[in-house]
């Protein structure tokens, strides 16, 4: 069974700039979140889709940040535009279901900006 | 409010070594999850294990076992005989509620050889 996909792997840009990630989760998972785990800290859930609705985005900063998840399955994040604080890495994951269910996670995206 | 302490930020054991990770959780449901993940240098978050908050039986997968008290609010998990490659980042997470997930601050555990 194929795991969670990301990419880019890895992301340098300017701040000012904008930039997107593209996650596709595990085949029949309803749920799909994107964290930011900066260094040295726990992820932090940006947002929560179950299928392609939106279940939690309260810690997505909306000005900033966008993301949609196009029939139920990928998924996109996106900046615009990026700050010095958004350097961290981007995680996907993916459940069965919301809950009580164990999460996936991708191999994450690590950004930088300078 | 719902919330997951790992006080521990940093353990260091000599290979062989048995090590015990502390985690410490609040929430006002009844009905809840508990997690562990693990985080090697790698950097790809793996999932260890889930906990109901109805079952509080210990469980032993191997050398890691978890040890979970509801009259403590904690879930700790303990490696015995630690090896090198048990060197990683270690999360306890809690879903609640909402099913809102929340990770603790991390646990950096290095097992030297």
């Known amino acids: 069974e194929a795991g969670v996909a990301q990419s880019p792997r890895y992301k340098i840009i300017e701040k000012r700039q904008s930039v997107a990630f593209w996650c596709n989760p595990i085949?029949?998972?309803?749920?799909l979140y994107w964290y930011q785990q900066i260094l040295g800290q726990g992820p932090k859930l940006l947002i929560q889709?179950?299928?392609?609705?939106?279940?939690?985005d309260s810690q997505l900063p909306k000005d900033r940040f966008s993301a949609e998840r196009l029939k139920g399955v990928d998924s996109t994040l996106k900046i615009q535009p990026a700050k010095l604080e958004d350097s961290a890495v981007y995680l996907c994951a993916s459940s069965l279901e919301a809950g009580s269910y164990e999460q996936y996670f991708g191999p994450g995206t690590r950004l930088t900006v300078t | 409010a719902q919330k997951v302490t790992q006080a521990q930020t940093e353990i260091s054991v000599v290979e062989k070594e048995d090590v015990t990770l502390d985690c410490v959780y609040e929430t006002r449901d009844t009905t809840y999850y508990l997690f562990w993940y693990k985080q090697p240098p790698s950097g790809e978050l793996v999932f260890l294990i889930r906990?109901?908050?109805?079952?509080?039986q210990n469980e032993i997968s191997g050398r890691y076992s978890w040890n979970f008290q509801k009259s403590t609010s904690s879930f700790n998990f303990t490696i015995t005989a630690s090896q090198v490659v048990d060197s990683a980042v270690y999360f306890c997470?809690?879903?609640?509620?909402?099913?809102?997930?929340?990770f603790g601050t991390g646990t950096r555990l290095k097992v030297l050889a």
């Open positions: 906990r109901n908050s109805f079952d509080e």
């Open positions: 085949s029949g998972h309803a749920t």
């Open positions: 889709f179950q299928n392609n609705g939106v279940v939690d």
């Open positions: 997470a809690l879903s609640a509620g909402t099913y809102k997930y929340i």
